[in-house]
């Protein structure tokens, strides 16, 4: 199957900073990306939706501006946790989709700590 | 909107032996798919197997099975032969189909955590 590679696999940040977590298709052009947060023990919680070249759609309830999302290519889409606190700690997870392909294939994951 | 529920929070099995993970959905499409997704301890996730809707045959995939009721709305998963390597968390899965394939999320079920103990 495709690969997505997802870009640090752990990541500790002080509170108040800002972390940047990377997810790469290696080997399609993944028109569509979507970004998951997963608590322990949990299922996947969807929070955006991005398009290549287009704004993403957030889920209700998922702050925009805290968690930017940008999917400036058709390989690389990218979620910032901006002003983190220890609350944003959690496992995140993307995966990302080829148009008109139905199956959708997932990175490795992120676990960020806040501290 | 499309709900999954997986009423099993947790099954324990011995290797070998065959289990069945249940999974229900509810929905008002008449075209999707469903799937089961495996994420092991290392948190990756996978594709264990997929149904289209629309296919009355139930999918297979080696020593994985499906049970798809469409009427009944019900997908479960049958994992035959058991192995220490399927301890992981399964989740089930719901995507409406759509001309627009690419855009379509994935509503998962809550998941459940299965243990094959030697």
């Known amino acids: 199957g495709a690969v997505v590679s997802q870009h640090p696999s752990r990541v500790i940040c002080k509170s108040g900073t800002s972390v940047k977590i990377e997810c790469r298709s290696l080997?399609?052009?993944?028109?569509?990306m979507f970004w998951y947060r997963q608590f322990p023990k949990q299922s996947l919680m969807l929070m955006a939706t991005?398009?290549?070249?287009?704004?993403?759609?957030?889920e209700q309830g998922v702050e925009k501006d805290k968690f930017l999302i940008n999917h400036a290519s058709l390989t690389l889409s990218t979620l910032t946790v901006t002003s983190a606190h220890p609350e944003d700690s959690s496992f995140y997870i993307c995966s990302a989709r080829q148009d008109r392909v139905t199956e959708a294939f997932f990175g490795q994951g992120t676990r960020l700590t806040v501290v | 909107a499309q709900t999954v529920t997986q009423s099993q929070p947790e099954m324990s099995v011995q290797e070998a032996e065959t289990v069945t993970l249940s999974c229900t959905y509810d929905t008002s499409e008449s075209n999707y798919y469903l799937f089961w997704y495996k994420q092991p301890p290392s948190r990756q996730m996978i594709l264990v197997i997929r149904?289209?809707?629309?296919?009355?045959q139930n999918a297979t995939e080696n020593r994985f099975s499906v049970n798809f009721q469409k009427a009944a709305k019900s997908f479960s998963l049958k994992i035959s032969d058991s192995q220490l390597g399927d301890t992981a968390m399964y989740f089930c899965a719901f995507m409406k189909r759509s001309v627009i394939q690419g855009a379509q999320k994935l509503v998962f079920g809550q998941g459940t955590r299965l243990t094959i103990n030697p």
């Open positions: 991005s398009n290549e070249g287009s704004k993403a759609t957030y």
């Open positions: 080997d399609f052009q993944a028109t569509t």
């Open positions: 149904q289209e809707a629309y296919k009355q």
